[in-house]
C-alpha cells in the first residue's frame, strides 16, 4: 500500500515482480472504477511502447501505470503526459541525472532515451472517464540490455533507490495535475527541445523548423521556412544545429 512508499499524495501502490505490463493492468483497475493507484512492476514481460512498438523492460527498471479519473475534457489530457514528463525528469535530476524533456514526452540524456511515457484514456467527447498513464524508467538496468540511441539511470549514475524516485515523481505529478496552469512552465523548464531545430514526423507530414514554444495543453510551435506551424502529435527528431 502507500504506507510502503511513504506517499504524501492519495495513490496507493499495486506491486508486482513481473507482470505481462501494468498498463493493461491498471486499464483492468480503470475499468471496474478504480483511482489513484499506481501499479508498479520490477519487470515486465509484454510491455508496449508509443506506436505499437515494444517497450525493453528487464528487472531493475521503474515500470508504472497510475490510474485517475480527472474531471478534464479530453482535449486537455495532453497536460497529463506533459506533467508526467516533468515529474519523471526533474525527479531524475533529484539524483543528478542531467535529464531533458524531448517533445512530447520522452526524457533523454545526452540525446539518448531514458524515459517513455504511454497515456491512453477512455470517456466521452466532453469528459473523461479515466487515464492511465504509463511511465518507463530505464533505472537499475545495464546500458547494454536497452535498444541502441537508450540509455539507463546506472549507466549514468549508478544505482539508485526506486522507491525514493518513484515517491519523488508520483508527489510531482500529483502537485502538477492539481495545478495544470503550472505544467507548462515546468514543461520548459526541463525541456531540451525549445530554440533546437526538430523534425516532426506528424499524421499530416513532416515539420522542420525550429522548436519555439509548448503551448496548451501540449501543442509544438515550430518555426519553418514556410511560416509557424503548430503540431500536436508526431515523432519528434532533435535535429544538429
Ligand atoms: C514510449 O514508446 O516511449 C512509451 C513507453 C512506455 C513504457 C511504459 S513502462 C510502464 C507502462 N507499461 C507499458 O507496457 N508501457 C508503459
Known sequence: GSVEYGL???????????IPNTNDRARELAVSGADGVAVLADEQ????????????????????SLVRRPDLPPARAP??????????????????????????????VDGEKLVGVLTEMEGEA?????????????????????PAGATTVRERVGDVDRAALTRALLERFEELTAAPEDVLPAWREAAGTL????????????VVGEAVDVEFPGTLLVATDDGERRVSAGDCEHLRP
Open 79 to 108: 497536460i497529463y503526459t506533459l506533467a508526467a514528463a516533468v515529474a519523471a525528469a526533474e525527479a531524475l535530476r533529484g539524483v543528478g541525472v542531467d535529464a531533458e524533456i524531448k517533445w512530447p514526452n520522452d526524457v533523454l
Open 126 to 146: 466532453d469528459r473523461v472517464e479515466w487515464v492511465v498513464v504509463g511511465i518507463g524508467i530505464n533505472a537499475n538496468v545495464d546500458g547494454a540490455v536497452v
Open 8 to 18: 504524501s499524495v492519495p495513490v496507493e501502490i499495486e506491486y508486482h515482480d513481473s
Open 45 to 64: 514481460t509484454g510491455a508496449r511502447g508509443r506506436l505499437g512498438r515494444e517497450w525493453t523492460s528487464p528487472s531493475g527498471g521503474i515500470w508504472l
Open 195 to 206: 530554440g533546437r531545430r526538430v523534425r516532426v514526423e506528424t499524421p499530416g507530414g513532416e
